[in-house]
């Protein structure tokens, strides 16, 4: 289930929510996204980058914001991914 207006979506293992999002010159939309379990692990941070009309996950999970938000402004490195549920939260970001 997503929650637009708050940017969250509720997915079967955790939820996400976009926590940060910094526009770039040239239009890149650099999103840092929380993923919380709804088991007994902690919170972490996902850093994704939008080039080109492309969301591309970058490298590593941060367990603070602030060290999130770091990666996301600095990482160059690009990890792989297939996950609908964040895919279908940062569709919702894009028109920020």
Do not use: K
Request: proline share 4%; charged share 25%; aromatic share 8%.
């Amino acid at each position: 289930m997503i929650l637009t207006a708050c940017r969250t979506l509720v997915g079967d293992h955790e939820t996400y929510s976009a926590e940060y999002i910094g526009h770039r010159p040239g239009g890149t939309l650099d999103v840092v996204v929380s993923a919380t379990p709804h088991d007994h692990r902690s919170m972490t941070y996902l850093a994704f980058r939008l080039e080109a009309g492309e969301w591309r996950p970058l490298a590593g999970r941060d367990r603070d914001l602030e060290s999130a938000v770091a990666r996301a402004e600095h990482e160059t490195r690009y990890a792989g991914w297939d996950s609908p549920e964040l895919a279908a939260l940062l569709n919702t970001v894009e028109g920020s």
